[in-house]
């Protein structure tokens, strides 16, 4: 039945409308059974109902929706604008957060990697040997691999990943962002242009 319209054959002139097959059959003064019947293609419509059944589908039509639907439109697009500016602003935070994370995990990793090779260093000296503590520089070398192995470069790519993932995200918001920003300008302009 709604195939004069271009439209699928799952879209119902209910949904389409944004009521419920209740709603239309009240509108137009039927029961919901004639409608569904109608909707379905098995019944006609009165003649009062198929005129004021027009007059919905050619509001689908008209772009001005009025009044109320642009002010609500403005008011979703702007709590819209404020969610993702919202979102923008954790974005960042979390990005700063997890920078300086990587940087403390790469300033140990380097650390322990020094301690490493200085006490390894320092055992090899032929005259040193002696007059050092030699488990005192096995338990400063087992503490640094110890701290390597719990959070070392494999820890580091997986914060760098993590990076970049909030990159992209952060441009998938900039994105979005624009969207709306654009979009409510150009409600704000039509809103102008209809009063």
Do not use: C, H
Not at 48 to 75: D, P
Not at 88 to 98: A, I, K, V
Not at 108 to 129: C, F, Q, V
Not at 139 to 145: H, T
Request: glycine share 6%; charged share 30%.
């Amino acid at each position: 039945m709604l195939n004069f319209l271009g439209m699928e054959n799952t879209t119902t002139l209910t949904s389409l409308l944004g009521l419920t097959q209740k709603q239309m059959a009240l509108l137009l003064r039927v029961s919901r059974s004639q409608w569904s019947m109608y909707e379905s293609g098995k019944r006609g419509l009165p003649l009062k109902a198929r005129q004021l059944l027009a007059e919905m589908v050619g509001f689908l039509k008209f772009e001005n929706k009025g009044e109320k639907v642009r002010q609500y439109l403005i008011e979703q697009e702007e709590a819209n604008k404020k969610e993702l500016e919202k979102q923008l602003r954790l974005n960042e935070y979390r990005q700063y957060e997890l920078t300086k994370k990587v940087a403390g995990i790469e300033a140990r990793y380097n650390s322990n990697l020094t301690a490493i090779g200085l006490t390894d260093y320092l055992s090899s000296l032929p005259n040193t040997k002696q007059k050092l503590d030699a488990e005192l520089l096995t338990v400063i070398a087992s503490g640094a691999e110890r701290t390597i192995r719990k959070s070392g470069l494999a820890e580091v790519t997986v914060l760098r990943v993590q990076q970049e993932v909030l990159e992209l995200e952060k441009l998938l918001l900039g994105s979005a962002l624009n969207k709306v920003t654009k979009t409510l300008e150009k409600l704000k302009e039509e809103r102008l242009s209809y009063n």
